[in-house]
């Protein structure tokens, strides 16, 4: 009888290798940077990890880096993203896979919590059914259907953009604060659509140039501070779901834009009928000229964000 090879237990207990010495600072957690732009261009620092795995972890490969844009959201798409063969069904790469992980969520000799997820800029990691966030420091059930879907085939990581560009302690042996989203250029003619959530104002990934006139067409309601008939959109609220106003019921010293859908100072939108309210279809524009180079910052003005709920959608069209 054929004697059985069984899988060496060190090699898959192996764990990556620094090319630099650390400083002794850290970074902080990684924010969560979500894509929000259509790059599929792998990144350096995403290269470097994936280079990093394949040669640290034997027989592991490289599922894929990037995606043609689709619409749907994924790191995938901005090129930040790696997706690593390392299959948690298999005996030998669930080993590897428990100990990158064991690795990368372990503290240092400094107690710094989390040191290697810190000094990478990993943003979230899903793997076998289950996502692990920056943002929420534990495990989470991951809703998906099938070995691919539910990542058990493969390990999902996500960087932020400073571990995506490579500009982390891990390469460079310098600590620096989190790197913004490169910020996009709306070509003439180019439509751009994102979505803004009460709770939180996305970082801006597009910039507006000097005498540039845009459209915006914003769609979508949401519910604010937890009670089940407060709904606002982007510039009207609801406090018992029937009648809308433009003023917010808290608004006592005339409309300061609360529960608005604000974009960089303005907060002012019109209907098709030009007036009001959109009650039904919450559908709203505005074509803005801009005068100085700035920023597209989007944000909704609820100071009781997290009781609130839902998204607007926004879409951007340069007209000139």
């Not at 027989?59 to 390392?86: F, K, M, N, P, Q």
């Not at 000094?119 to 809703?143: A, C, F, T």
């Amino acid at each position: 009888m054929r004697e059985r090879r069984h899988a060496d237990p060190r090699r898959a207990s192996l764990v990556p290798h620094a090319p630099v010495v650390f400083p002794s600072e850290i970074e902080v957690m990684p924010p969560y940077q979500p894509q929000s732009f259509c790059d599929p261009v792998a990144k350096p620092g995403t290269l470097a990890l994936a280079h990093l795995l394949t040669a640290t972890y034997s027989a592991t490969s490289i599922v894929s880096l990037t995606r043609a844009c689709d619409g749907s959201r994924s790191e995938h798409y901005d090129g930040r993203a790696i997706d690593w063969g390392v299959d948690h069904r298999n005996v030998h790469m669930r080993a590897q896979g428990k100990a990158f992980l064991a690795w990368l969520f372990a503290d240092d000799a400094n107690g710094d919590q989390y040191a290697m997820v810190r000094r990478l800029g990993v943003m979230y990691v899903i793997w076998n059914k289950r996502i692990w966030g920056s943002y929420s420091q534990h495990w989470e059930p991951y809703d998906c259907s099938g070995p691919t879907d539910c990542h058990i085939d493969h390990m999902h990581i996500s960087l932020d953009w400073s571990g995506a560009m490579k500009k982390t302690s891990f390469w460079s042996g310098k600590v620096r604060e989190p790197m913004s989203p490169p910020l996009q250029t709306i070509k003439v003619g180019q439509t751009v659509t994102t979505t803004v959530s009460p709770r939180y104002a996305p970082e801006p990934a597009y910039r507006l140039v000097k005498g540039g006139r845009y459209s915006f067409t914003v769609t979508g309601s949401y519910n604010y501070d937890g009670q089940r008939h407060h709904r606002a959109d982007a510039e009207c609220s609801t406090t018992d779901g029937k009648h809308w106003h433009q003023q917010a019921a808290a608004e006592d010293t005339g409309k300061i834009g609360l529960l608005d859908l604000w974009v960089n100072d303005m907060h002012a939108w019109k209907t098709s009928a030009k007036t009001g309210c959109a009650k039904v279809h919450h559908n709203y524009t505005r074509t803005i000229k801009v005068g100085h180079r700035t920023p597209l910052a989007l944000s909704i003005h609820d100071p009781d964000q997290w009781g609130a709920d839902g998204q607007l959608k926004v879409t951007v069209r340069r007209l000139h």
